[in-house]
């Protein structure tokens, strides 16, 4: 679908988020790192890692993609187990087999046959993950208390919380 046309505050889900920017900028935060999306740039985020859409400006456009890891299984293992030496892959590396299709991506309406809107991810998938190096996962990305609690809370949204129950769950005075 279209990015977030607004600023979302850190969050973490069991998803990939992946934005192409079209037109505009967005300020992003992934693991920590602060981004400056311009036209043409391509930001991941993995699954459980923290991340914000800090500023996001007026004519801001593009596709998001969100999709759980098992969504495309050959590419499962390295969601839980890798993550990106950077999470942002700038539009003078995106090569334009890539940029082909992420057009046909952004053309194909959510009514279009799932099969075809698999096929494009699988190659767009695999022409990202040739321009943006990987690495093993940092377990320390996951550990701190910070991501525990936005995980914890992102798990749990629906529940009523308090910082009692939130603290009692994570093993943690609230103090």
Not at 3 to 23: G, S, Y
Not at 157 to 163: H, V
Request: glycine letters at 4%; hydrophobic letters at 40%.
């Amino acid at each position: 679908g279209e990015i977030c046309d607004h600023p979302f505050p850190a969050h973490v889900h069991d998803v990939v988020e992946i934005v192409c920017l079209r037109t505009g900028s967005m300020k992003m935060s992934i693991a920590g790192k602060q981004l400056l999306l311009l036209p043409g740039d391509i930001a991941i985020s993995f699954p459980s890692i923290p991340h914000s859409y800090d500023e996001v400006s007026p004519n801001a456009s593009g596709l998001s993609l969100i999709f759980t890891p098992d969504t495309i299984i050959e590419f499962y293992h390295t969601f839980r187990t890798m993550q990106p030496a950077s999470p942002l892959l700038p539009a003078k590396k995106v090569p334009e087999e890539l940029r082909a299709i992420i057009r046909k991506l952004t053309s194909l309406s959510q009514q279009e046959l799932l099969p075809l809107r698999l096929g494009y991810m699988h190659l767009f998938l695999s022409y990202l993950f040739t321009q943006l190096p990987l690495q093993p996962l940092s377990k320390s990305i996951l550990s701190g208390l910070p991501q525990q609690v936005l995980h914890y809370v992102s798990e749990h949204f629906t529940e009523p919380l308090s910082l009692e129950s939130t603290a009692r769950a994570l093993g943690v005075s609230r103090i």
